[in-house]
C-alpha cells in the first residue's frame, strides 16, 4: 500500500480509520511457514487477540492456518469464521474450569495451564485429550511487561512440577497430546529460545501420546529503524533440525506449532488520524490528533514506538513535534519526534498498528471505535463500521424518572 492508497480510504471512510494490507498478511504467512520448510508437520495457529476482525479471521483460514484462541468468545469468533473445530485451539489463562468445558464441547484442542484445573478435568473427562503449558522459566527479551517465562510469571506450569503433573496423567488416566510454550512476545535471542526448547523436548519424553510440540510465539517485528527482528530463516534452520531429530528419537513424526500473532498482522497494519490542532507552547509543538488512547494504547500501555508519517506531506521538511491525543488525560503517542511539516487536517499514518491495536480499543471519552478496511487485491473494502451513537448507549439502561420521582416524594414529606 502506497501513501495515495492510504489517503484514498481516509476520503472514503473518515478519519480516524484502521487499514489492514492483505498482501502483507499472506507475505508473512508464507515467511514463516518456508522458513520450517524442513518439517514435515508444521502447523501456524494464529493468535486471535491480536487482530480478532471475522474478515481477518477468515482469511487466515484460506491459508490454511490454525486459530489460537483466549477465551471462549474467540473460540466462537473462530468457528464463526469458517475454522474446523480441531484447528483451534483453546490456550486461556486463569479461567473457569466450566469455560474450558464449554471449549472442549464445541471440540476444539484444549491447553492447561494450571495443576488444579487439569487434575478436576481430568477426573471429570479423562477421554478428551489436552495440551499442558509449561512454564520453562526462561526469559526470551528483557522487557517484564512481556517476558512470561520467569519464575513470577502467573502462566503455565513450573518445569519443576512435571512430577506433580505426570502424577495426575497417572491417577485421573488423562490423555496428553501436547507439549506448550509461550516463553513472553519478543524472541531476540534465538539462541535463549532454542535452549527453552530443549527443556521442551526433555519435559515431552515423559508423555507417550503426543500429536503435537507447541512452540507459541514472541516473534519480533521491527517498530522503528534499527530495530531488531527475530530471524525466522535461522530459527526455522535450527529449531527445524533439532525438532526432526527430536521427532526420530521420541518415534513418531509429531506437529510443530507455533502460535504467531503479532508476526503476522502488525505490518500489515495502518492507523490514520486527522491533525486538529498545532500548539505552539514555550517548549514544543502539538500535533493534537483526533484519536487517543481510546483507539490506540500501546504507546502508553507498553511504551510502544509506532512510526508517524504525514502521509499528506511525506516530501515535506522534518520538523520536531509532540503527537497527543484529544482524550482528557495525558495521552502522548510521540514526543520530540521528527516528521514532515504538519499543517492542521492533515493525516498522519502510525506503522505498525495491525496487532494488539484495533482490539485494545474502548470507548473511553465516550467516542466511537473506528472503522476498519481491509485493503485486498487494489480495492478498499470495509470489514467493520464505524460506531454511533446507538452502539454507545445500546446497553445502558436509563432509570427514566427514577430520581425525579424521589424529589416529588421528599417535598411531600416536607410539608
Ligand atoms: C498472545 C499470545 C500469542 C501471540 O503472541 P505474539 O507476540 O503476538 O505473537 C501466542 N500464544 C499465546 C498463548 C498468547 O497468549
Redesign the pocket.
Known sequence: MNYSDLTKVVETYGDPVYVYDSSKIVTQFERLTQAFGSVKNLKLNY?A??LSNISILKLMNSLGSGL?T?SIQEVQLGLLAGFKPESIIF?P?GVSLEEIEEAAKLGVRI?IDNLSILEQFGTKHPNIPVCV?INPHVMAGGNSK?SVGHIDSK?GISIHQIPHLLRIVEVTNMNINGI?M?TG??ILDIDVFLYASEILFETAKNFKNLDFIDF????KVPYKEGDIQTNVDELGKKLGSRFNEFCEEYGKDLTLAF??????V?EAGYFLARVNVVKQTTSTVFASIDTGFNHLIRPMFYGATHQIVNISNPEGRERYYSVVGYICETDTFASNKRINEISEGDILCFKNAG??CFTMSSNYNSRFRPPEVLWHNGEAILIRERETFEDLIKHQIDVKDLFTAKKKEEKVMVK
Request: zero cysteines.
Open positions: 493468535a487477540k491480536a489460537d483466549v490456550t489463562n491447553n503449558r512481556i502462566f506448550h509461550h512476545s519478543d507459541g510465539s514472541g516473534f502460535e504467531p500473532g503479532k508476526f503476522l502488525s496487532a494488539y
